[in-house]
């Protein structure tokens, strides 16, 4: 069973940068789709990101622009670059890699945008 652990959170203050990774344990290209999301407390998931196996990557509107996916496929790596943070921005963020009817998830990095 694929498993996935994101690392990077942390505290930055608004209009900061930080880079998220997600470390897969089998090739990143072995799933159909990898993506971000996050969760603040009392909302539901939000989906902030995804790349598939040929690279195109797609974004909602509410982060288009600030954030942006990349990989490193030797590494299996994902990362999350994540730009001009707002405070609304707070909230955990999980890596998933999506494989057929299985969705794999990390356990969530904290993402903290206070001063």
């Known amino acids: 069973q694929a498993q996935l652990m994101e690392s990077g959170g942390g505290l930055v203050q608004p209009g900061g940068s930080l880079r998220l990774s997600c470390t897969a344990s089998?090739?990143?290209?072995?799933?159909?789709?990898m993506a971000w999301y996050r969760q603040s407390p009392g909302k539901e998931r939000e989906w902030v990101g995804a790349v598939r196996p040929n690279g195109m990557t797609d974004y909602p509107d509410s982060v288009k622009g600030r954030f942006t996916i990349s990989r490193d496929i030797r590494k299996n790596m994902v990362y999350l670059q994540m730009n001009s943070l707002k405070s609304e921005d707070t909230a955990v963020y999980y890596c998933?890699?999506?494989?057929?009817?299985?969705?794999?998830w990390g356990q969530g990095t904290q993402v903290t945008v206070s001063l």
């Open positions: 998933k890699g999506a494989r057929g009817f299985a969705d794999y």
């Open positions: 089998e090739s990143i290209v072995s799933f159909n789709v």
